[in-house]
């Protein structure tokens, strides 16, 4: 018993069935794909995806817990090949006995390739069964063979009536008054985790030792919560959604979205440069010939921003997003663009007309290079520009 009380809430309070586990029941409720496993009696490998907080471990122990299989937990951060070896021994030795193995894998997508190729066989020939745990899009991360071989399980972000349930069941589990928290701190601390059910009883485990045995306050909670970083990684699924929301944001005039964005970018710790760049390319694709200033500010705020550094250069980025956002949108230069790169591709062979290509020797001139040709601005030539074959073709026709 004294050993259990030292451990973290979050371990004490775990779900031992998958009927106590709460807030993923599209997976975990009757019919569901994890039920269905547990009530035939038929696993199969997986790949939880879901946010911090969301339950991709307890799934993992229930789930071995139910099918009375060995679990065996790794760490993709701290273990390597010769780990994975030792592992699939052990699963091997079960298997001659019958029991069967089932391998967690936190953070998968840490693994590089070599580690996940040498657990492929044994996925394969069903020694193994895997579960792997990420919080990072499986497509970026987890090899083709591998992924082919598993179910994605896609986890949410726990509700705040979910988060609301297993704080209340974690006081009731320890034994604690139900005045623990007055209904004020409460919702606190569920707004405050934000749908990360460890944030939650990390937080009111470390509030119980401020409390000296009293009722929580909300002061507490703040102390024991500390400043909440946002999630971010600059080469996984998020860096790639912020990005599309922030554009897509300047695109759509609406600038409460954009600065929004922008704001979650810069404290997330993205690359100001990254950001910068990205509003000089919006400028040309989405403004365009609508305003000739949009181009040449934001190609001064990426100059600034490189000469000036965070966190100053916040000013000129938000200087920029505002105006962008502001600007008249016009998209006839990506328009042009995309219709003169798709014809190009499509006709790479076609010569230059004569009469426009430079004349520099007598044979050239024989042969009718720049033939009525003048040089002076503005002239055009009778028979165009274009390859005869494209003579009728316009880049802004409207199909």
Same mark, same amino acid.
């Given at each position: ?19 106590e586990?709460?807030?993923q029941?599209?997976?975990?409720g009757?019919g569901k794909?994890l ?11 997986l ?5 911090p907080?969301s339950?991709?471990?307890?799934l993992?122990r ?8 060995e ?6 951060v701290?273990?390597g090949v010769?780990?994975?070896?030792? &592992?699939i ?10 029991k ?10 840490r693994?590089?390739?070599a ?22 899009n499986?497509s970026?991360s987890v ?6 071989r ?8 726990l ?5 609301q349930?297993i704080?209340l069941r974690?006081?009731?589990?320890i ?10 701190a409460?919702?606190?601390?569920i ?5 990360d ?5 990390g ?5 119980m030792?401020f ?8 002061k507490?909670?703040?102390?024991a919560?500390?400043k909440k970083?946002g999630?971010h990684?600059?080469k996984?699924?998020s ?6 929301a922030f554009?897509k944001?300047?695109?759509g005039?609406?600038?409460?979205a ?10 997330m ?8 760049r ?20 934001a ?8 000469n000036?550094?965070m ?10 997003a ?10 006839t &230069?990506?328009?042009a663009?995309?219709s003169?790169?798709k014809?190009?591709?499509?006709t790479?062979?076609?010569q230059?007309p004569?009469h426009?290509r ?6 050239m001139k024989?042969?009718?290079?720049g ?14 520009f274009?390859?005869e074959e ?8 409207s199909e």
């Amino acid at each position: 018993m004294a050993s259990n009380m030292n451990k973290p809430l979050p371990e004490r309070v775990r779900p031992e069935r998958l009927s106590e586990v709460i807030g993923q029941e599209h997976v975990t409720g009757p019919g569901k794909l994890l039920a269905e496993m547990v009530r035939t009696n038929s696993p199969v490998s997986l790949i939880l995806w879901g946010p911090p907080g969301s339950g991709k471990t307890t799934l993992a122990r229930v789930f071995a817990h139910e099918l009375k299989a060995e679990f065996t937990e790794m760490s993709a951060v701290m273990s390597g090949v010769a780990d994975v070896r030792r &592992v699939i021994e052990l699963a091997q030795m079960n298997k001659r006995f019958g029991k069967p193995t089932i391998v967690f894998i936190d953070e998968i997508h840490r693994f590089n390739k070599a580690q996940q190729d040498s657990l492929l066989p044994h996925v394969e020939n069903g020694t193994i069964t895997l579960v792997g745990a990420t919080t990072e899009n499986p497509s970026f991360s987890v090899i083709g063979p591998l992924l082919s071989r598993s179910r994605v399980v896609v986890l949410n972000p726990l509700s705040e009536e979910a988060l609301q349930k297993i704080v209340l069941r974690a006081v009731e589990k320890i034994g604690a008054k139900e005045d623990l928290l007055a209904p004020s701190a409460l919702e606190f601390l569920i707004h405050a985790a934000s749908g990360d059910a460890r944030v939650a009883l990390g937080a009111l485990d470390v509030a119980m030792l401020f409390s000296d045995g009293g009722a929580i306050t909300q002061k507490q909670l703040e102390t024991a919560l500390g400043k909440k970083i946002g999630r971010h990684d600059r080469k996984g699924e998020s860096h790639y959604n912020l990005a599309s929301a922030f554009i897509k944001s300047l695109r759509g005039s609406d600038e409460s979205a954009a600065l929004y964005y922008l704001a979650r970018f810069l404290q997330m710790g993205e690359d100001p440069l990254f950001i910068a760049r990205r509003m000089v390319i919006f400028a040309s694709e989405d403004i365009g010939l609508a305003d000739k200033y949009a181009t040449l500010l934001a190609e001064s705020v990426l100059e600034e921003t490189k000469n000036v550094g965070m966190p100053e250069c916040q000013y000129a980025l938000f200087h920029a997003a505002l105006y962008l956002v502001r600007a008249k949108k016009d998209r006839t &230069v990506a328009d042009a663009m995309s219709s003169a790169l798709k014809k190009a591709e499509e006709t790479p062979d076609l010569q230059v007309p004569l009469h426009i290509r430079n004349a520099v020797t007598d044979l050239m001139k024989d042969l009718d290079y720049g033939k009525g040709y003048k040089w002076k601005a503005g002239f055009k030539h009778e028979k165009g520009f274009l390859p005869e074959e494209l003579k009728d073709w316009r880049v802004l026709d409207s199909e």
